[in-house]
C-alpha cells in the first residue's frame, strides 16, 4: 500500500507539472505579446532590468515587488552555467512570465501542502502552544494516505482556476499568495510579511491582522476549550475569561449564532486579562502594522499610483459576492452538506451519508434578519465601478450585466447569498466520523475508529477561526470598489487549506470530483482565451481576448 502511494504521489505531481508546463507554453505561443495589465507590469521591469531605477509608470497601483523579483531571478539566472541558455532563450516577455512558473511548480505547491499539514493538525495543541508536529501515525501504509491526501489537496488548490490562470501571466497576484502563506508558516513573520507587502498593499490584512487574531487565540488557550455542550451563561463565561484565562470556543459544527457572540466575549475579556502575554506574542504583527502605517501616511494613500480609478470605500456588497465565488468552485466539496441537510438519509449514496444535518439548517428567527440586512446592503451599497461595464474581457462585466438588467433581479439574488454562505460556513465546521462496526476480530478496526476519531477532532474548526477568518475577508474586501475574481483568491485558499477533510472513504472521492471540476473550468477558459479572441472597433487588428 505504501509502494502504490508513493507511485500515485509521484505520478500526480508529474502530472500537475505537466500540466502547469502545457498552459504556459500555449500562452508564450498564442499570445506572445504583454496583455492587458501586463503591458504596465513588463514595461515596468524592463525599465529595472535596464538598471533605471526612477522610471515609474504612474498608471501602477502595487508596489515594486514583482519587478524587483525579476531583477534578482535574472540575475542569478542569467549567470548560472546550467540554466542561462535555456532561461535566455525566450524573449522579455517570456523570461518575466517565467518567473511566475518558478512559483507555480516549486514554491506554492510546498507552502500549500505544509500548510495543510498543520490544518489537518490545528487542534492537537498542548497548553496552548501551536502544534508544528503532525501525531505520529500508527502505520506507515497510514502515513502515507495522509501525505498523499495532503499533496492532492495542494495540486487541487494550486489548480484552483482563477490562480492556475496566472501562472502563465505577468501579474502579482502568484507570488503575492506565496509570500502571505509563507508568512503563515514561518517562525518568522515580520519578514516574510514586509516581502508580502512588497507585492500587493492588501496584503496587510493577511500577513498582520489575520495571523494576529490566530495568535491571541492560541496564546489565551491554556487548556482545551470549551464547547457548546457546557451551554454556558454570557456572566458564567466572562466570569471564567476574566479568573481563569479559559476561552470559550466550541467546535463549528455544534455552534449556533449566538456561540460566536459569546466567543468574542470570551476572547476579549481573557486578552485583556492577560494583556501582557498577548502584546509579546503580537510584536511582529505590530511592527508590520506601524511600518505599513508609515507608508500610507508617507505615500498619502494606500495606492501608488491611479489613485483616481482606485479610492477606498466601502463596498460591503463584496462579502456577497464571495459567497457564489466559493459555491461554484467548491460545490464538488460543498453541496454533499446541503444534500445531508435536506434529504433523507436512504436517498443518499452511502459515501455521502454524513448524518442527518438538517439541525444545522438556520432557523427563520435567524435567516430572516440576516437576508434583511444583505437586502438593506444591496439597496443601499451597491457600487459599480466604472471599468466593471467598461470592459467586456473580464468574466464579472457579464455576471453585471445579468445582475442589472432588471432592478429586481440584484434583490432576488440575495437568498442565493445567503443560502451559499451558510453552506461555506457548514463546510467549515466538518462531519462526525462513522465508527466501524466491531466484530470478533476487530481490534485493529476499532483501533483505526478510534484513530479517526482523533484525526476528525484535530482536523475540525472551531468558531474563533471562522471569526477571525471572516473578519479579514471582510476587512481586504470591503475597501475595494472594482469587483475582480483575483481578490478573493487568497481568502478562498485559506478556506480550502482549512476545510476538514472528513471521513476518508468520502474524502478522496469528494478531492477527486474537485480535481475534475478545476481541469474542466481552466480548459475551457484557457481555449476561449487563447482561441476565441475578438476585435474592438475603436482598436482593428487587435485581438481582445476573455479572461478572470
Known sequence: MSSTRSVQLGFAAGAYGAIVFYWFTKVMTEVPEPYLDEVFHVRQSQAYLARQWKVWDPKITTPPGLYLLSVSVDYIFSRSPLISDLYLWGNSTTRLRSINLLAAAFFLPYSIKILCALSRHKNTTSHGEASTQRPACSEPAHRMTVLATDAHRAINICLFPPLFFFFALYYTDVWSLVLVLQTLRTSSPWFWGMAALLFRQTNIFWVAIFPAGLEVVRTLKRRDPRNKGDDMSYAAIAERSWRDVEVYDPFVSEARLEDYAKVCVSVSIAAIASIRQVFRR????????????????????????????????????????????????????????????????????????????GHRLPHLSIAIPILALMLATIHFNTIVHPFTLADNRHYVFYVFRILLRHPAIKYLAAPVYFICAWAAITALGGIPMKPQLATSNSQKSESRTSEGIKEQAADANRVSFVIVWLSTTTLSLITAPLVEPRYFIIPWVLWRINLPTQRRDVSEHLIWL??????????????????WGFEWPQEPGKVQRFMW
Open 282 to 357: 503580537l510584536v511582529p504583527y505590530l511592527a508590520t502594522l506601524g511600518v505599513f502605517a508609515v507608508f500610507i501616511v508617507w505615500n498619502g494613500g494606500v495606492v501608488l499610483g491611479d489613485k483616481t480609478n482606485h479610492v477606498a470605500t466601502v463596498h460591503l456588497p463584496q462579502m456577497l459576492y464571495f459567497w457564489p465565488y466559493i459555491f461554484f468552485f467548491s460545490f464538488p466539496v460543498i453541496c454533499p452538506y446541503i444534500l445531508n441537510a435536506l434529504l433523507p438519509q436512504n436517498h443518499l449514496p452511502y459515501s455521502y451519508r454524513y448524518g442527518s444535518l
Open 514 to 531: 474537485e480535481t475534475a471540476w478545476f481541469l474542466l473550468v481552466n480548459f475551457v477558459t484557457g481555449y476561449i482565451f487563447l482561441y
